[in-house]
């Protein structure tokens, strides 16, 4: 049973810092893969940042090096610290994760980040 929730989304302004937390409900040794989406007004959901069970990390070239994604074991969260951030960063952003052994994905409700100018 997978159920990712996010949570730490919020009103910043332009600059500023947001980490955002994805509890799967899932020990992350049982996850292949475990990845941050996000949907801004008007458009379709996009790729944002994703990390292998074993660490290994991928970015979107809008967020590089201005999101960090990785997972807490102990915690079974998935959390991406964002810094920089810029009206163009406002979306609803959506926890993905994927079981080992599985075809199948899971998705949260999605949590609201807002970043004025």
């Known amino acids: 049973q997978v159920q990712p929730v996010e949570s730490g989304g919020g009103l910043v302004q332009a600059g500023g810092s947001l980490m955002l937390s994805c509890t799967a409900s899932?020990?992350?040794?049982?996850?292949?893969?475990m990845g941050w989406y996000r949907q801004r007004p008007g458009s379709g959901r996009e790729f944002v940042a994703s990390?292998?069970?074993?660490?290994?990390?991928t970015y979107a070239d809008s967020v590089k090096g201005r999101f960090t994604i990785s997972t807490d074991n102990a915690e079974k969260t998935v959390n991406l610290q964002m810094h920089n951030l810029t009206p163009e960063d406002t979306a609803v952003y959506y926890c993905?994760?994927?079981?080992?052994?599985?075809?199948?994905?899971?998705w949260g409700q999605g949590t609201q980040v807002t970043v004025s100018s």
């Open positions: 990390i292998r069970n074993h660490g290994s990390t």
């Open positions: 899932e020990s992350i040794s049982r996850l292949t893969f």
């Open positions: 993905n994760v994927r079981p080992i052994f599985s075809n199948k994905e899971y």
